[in-house]
């Protein structure tokens, strides 16, 4: 069974950071793609990040680049997104989410279709 349990959110006031981090099991962590994606209130689910199985190549929605960077530790079967610079739109929930499959040579995706496996999510608010 695969898990992905998402960590590190709470409240934080505007131009804070905070890193979250998803940590994963039951799947060969170092072989999959990985993607942040969040969901705030009355809106829909929106991509964040994503990095490549190797961790070579990482792709951002504009609305966080410059401020937020993806990264992965591949011995701790874990990625993390840290996120400066907050802003209060970017209170949501975050999820973390893993490929549909391994060593998937594309480059990385902004789309929910290409993640196979979803956590929990943890909040993350950000106050004015």
């Known amino acids: 069974q695969v898990l992905l349990a998402e960590s590190g959110g709470e409240l934080v006031q505007a131009g804070g950071s905070l890193r979250l981090s998803c940590t994963a099991s039951?799947?060969?962590?170092?072989?999959?793609?990985m993607a942040w994606f969040r969901r705030a209130p009355e809106k829909e689910r929106e991509f964040v990040a994503a990095?490549?199985?190797?961790?070579?190549?990482?792709y951002y929605a504009d609305s966080v680049k410059g401020r937020f960077t993806i990264s992965r530790t591949n011995a701790k079967n874990t990625v993390y997104l840290q996120m400066n610079s907050l802003k209060p739109d970017d209170t949501a929930v975050y999820y973390c989410?893993?490929?549909?499959?391994?060593?998937?040579?594309?480059?990385?995706?902004?789309?929910?279709?290409?993640?196979?496996?979803w956590g929990q999510g943890t909040q993350v608010t950000v106050s004015s």
């Open positions: 039951g799947l060969t962590f170092s072989s999959y793609p």
């Open positions: 989410a893993a490929g549909v499959k391994p060593y998937d040579s594309s480059p990385p995706s902004n789309r929910p279709n290409m993640y196979g496996y």
């Open positions: 990095i490549t199985w190797s961790g070579g190549r990482t």
